[in-house]
T-cell receptor, first 112, second 118 residues
């Protein structure tokens, strides 16, 4: 299983763009990169998933360099409601033997 | 999209009693479900993996006789905390993997159960 490393915490202000980088040096060929958001006392919620290059949806963008050893979650124009813990996960979602191991996550705090 | 329902959302029980937590996949069949435990300000810790119709696989350090997992159908897995003690108080979260493996996200998480043992 690919181990992930993220900053423990980050602070930003409303309206700013926030970029959270995750390192996954031993990512395997079949592994996808998935980011989840978790609010207190709630289960993780899917944000975005990618395999390579760039993926964008209505809430975020995910940038993955060619070597796939890292990835960056980009949150445009954050608001107070984006204060949460963000987890970067790496795994083969199509393998029945695959399981999700959570790293420490990044605690993002947004200030007015 | 895929939805996982977890029940109850919170429970308070007396020390020494047992508590059952249910995890249901509402609109898909889940061959595999995962159970996590999360303490305050900490990350999710994988407790066990359950596969429909077979015994659960527990992570190292998790007592299988204390945390009983049953995955009797493709849509339901249960976690029973037996003889609960205050140190078992935690936030328990389940996750399910779509049988088809075709959902874009792969895994969907329940909303969690806050267990407090008094």
């Amino acid at each position: 299983l690919a181990k992930t490393t993220q900053p423990i915490s980050m602070d930003s202000y409303e309206g700013q763009e926030v970029n959270i980088t995750c390192s996954h040096n031993n990512i395997a060929t079949n592994d996808y990169i998935t980011w989840y958001q978790q609010f207190p006392s709630q289960g993780p919620r899917f944000i975005i998933q990618g395999y390579k290059t760039k993926v964008t949806n209505e809430v975020a963008s995910l940038f993955i360099p060619a070597d796939r050893k890292s990835s960056t979650l980009s949150l445009p124009r954050v608001s107070l409601s984006d204060t949460a813990v963000y987890y970067c996960l790496v795994g083969d979602q199509y393998s029945s033997a695959s399981k999700i191991i959570f790293g420490s996550g990044t605690r993002l705090s947004i200030r007015p | 999209g895929a939805v996982v329902s977890q029940h109850p959302s919170w429970v308070i029980c007396k020390s020494g009693t047992s508590v059952k937590i249910e995890c249901r996949s509402l609109d898909f069949q889940a061959t595999t479900m995962f159970w996590y435990r999360q303490f305050p300000k900490q990350s999710l810790m994988l407790m066990a993996t359950s596969n429909e119709g077979s015994k659960a696989t527990y992570e190292q350090g998790v007592e299988k006789d204390k945390f009983l997992i049953n995955h009797a159908s493709l849509t339901l897995s249960t976690l029973t905390v037996t003889s609960a003690h205050p140190e078992d108080s935690s936030f328990y979260i389940c996750s399910a993997r779509d049988r088809r493996g075709t959902t874009p996200y792969g895994y969907t998480f329940g909303s969690g159960t806050r267990l407090t043992v008094v």
